[in-house]
Nanobody, 114 residues
Framework: QVELVESGGGLVSPGGSLRLSCKPS????????MGWYRQAPLERELVAQM??????QYANSVKCRFTIDRDNAKNTVYRQMNSLKPEDTAVYYC?????????WGQGTQVTVSS
């Protein structure tokens, strides 16, 4: 069973920044891609993801504000969130995919409020 440990959420003022991390129990290179989703009213929506080859994809709502990257030595995927808006408030989940299987992290709360 793959475990994804998330950290870095919290309360931040509008315009502020946060950095989330996701560390899997297996090598990040064992997954086709890893990414971040946030809980929307009906489903979890993609925020950003990175393939094992390093290709990135972002939701239109976060382009130019969020960046996904990884530290190979620390076996950790990060998401840097800048210029945060109140509408970014959500529970964010790390997800890892390998072929037809996927795993979710425990979720981390991000609250953007003054």
């Amino acid at each position: 069973q793959v475990e994804l440990v998330e950290s870095g959420g919290g309360l931040v003022s509008p315009g502020g920044s946060l950095r989330l991390s996701c560390k899997p129990s297996e090598s990040i290179f064992d997954f086709n891609h890893m990414g971040w989703y946030r809980q929307a009213p009906l489903e979890r929506e993609l925020v950003a993801q990175m393939t094992v080859g390093g290709t990135t994809q972002y939701a239109n709502s976060v382009k130019c504000r969020f960046t996904i990257d990884r530290d190979n030595a620390k076996n950790t995927v990060y998401r840097q969130m800048n210029s945060l808006k109140p509408e970014d408030t959500a529970v964010y989940y790390c997800k890892a995919n390998r072929l037809s299987k996927h795993w979710w992290g425990q979720g981390t709360q991000v609250t953007v409020s003054s």
